[in-house]
Nanobody, 115 residues
Framework: QVQLVESGGGLVQPGGSLRLSCAAS????????MGWYRQAPGKQRELVTR???????SYADSAKGRFTISRDDAKNTLYLQMNSLKPGDTAVYYC?????????WGQGTQVSVSS
């Protein structure tokens, strides 16, 4: 069993930045895909961004140009750099990892964007 633990969430003003981290309990090299999802109150969970084992990335339109995903397999950690945050980015952000056979989720970290 793999545990994913997110950190770095918090309250930030519009236009601010946050960096989320997702630490895995074992090597991330075996994960074909890792990514970030988010779920706002009353809404479905949605994909924000994902990264493959070779570093290919994709982003939701809402995240393009503002968010950057990266992974450091030497540290077993996934990151999400979020810049120019908007109130609409307020949500619980979840880390996700898949090795093609199983999928794993973190417990989530709250991001709130408000003045």
């Amino acid at each position: 069993q793999v545990q994913l633990v997110e950190s770095g969430g918090g309250l930030v003003q519009p236009g601010g930045s946050l960096r989320l981290s997702c630490a895995a309990s074992r090597s991330t090299i075996s994960f074909d895909v890792m990514g970030w999802y988010r779920q706002a109150p009353g809404k479905q969970r949605e994909l924000v961004t994902r990264i493959s084992g070779v570093g290919s990335t994709s982003y939701a339109d809402s995240a393009k140009g503002r968010f950057t995903i990266s992974r450091d397999d030497a540290k077993n950690t996934l990151y999400l750099q979020m810049n120019s945050l908007k109130p609409g980015d307020t949500a619980v952000y979840y880390c996700y990892a898949s090795n093609g056979r199983s999928a794993y989720w973190g417990q989530g970290t709250q991001v709130s964007v408000s003045s």
